[in-house]
């Protein structure tokens, strides 16, 4: 059936076309604002998930930097503990040994048997 322009049949046909077509165009435009939205929510939910990573990023780093400085704090005390060991022992060696009274006899010994190893002969 053709519908002839001005007649009461396509004025209905126009404006129940009309009211689907605003119908559509509000609904697109609904969700294009829905759209919107989202990508705006989405911004700020990154930019809170950021904040957040950093505010992790930097209690770990200054928690680490917490443990290098206890790290420092310890070798710097081991260290210098390990050099007044040394410098102890040092001192130790440095002292003159005591006498020892048996040296003498050793040592006549110990040429004793050099001499008659050199000369081939027997103590």
Known sequence: ?????GSAEAA??????????????????????????????????????RHEARTRARVVAERAAERVARVHEWTAARLHEEIQR??????????PAAPDPDEPARVARALDQLAAELTGGTE
């Open 1 to 5: 059936m053709r519908l002839h322009p």
């Open 86 to 95: 040394l410098n102890e022992q040092r001192a130790a060696l440095l002292q």
């Open 12 to 49: 209905d046909v126009d404006t129940t076309d009309t009211s689907r077509v605003d119908l559509a165009i509000v609904r697109v435009l609904d969700a294009e604002q829905s759209a919107r939205d989202a990508v705006a929510q989405c911004t700020v939910d990154a930019e809170r998930v």
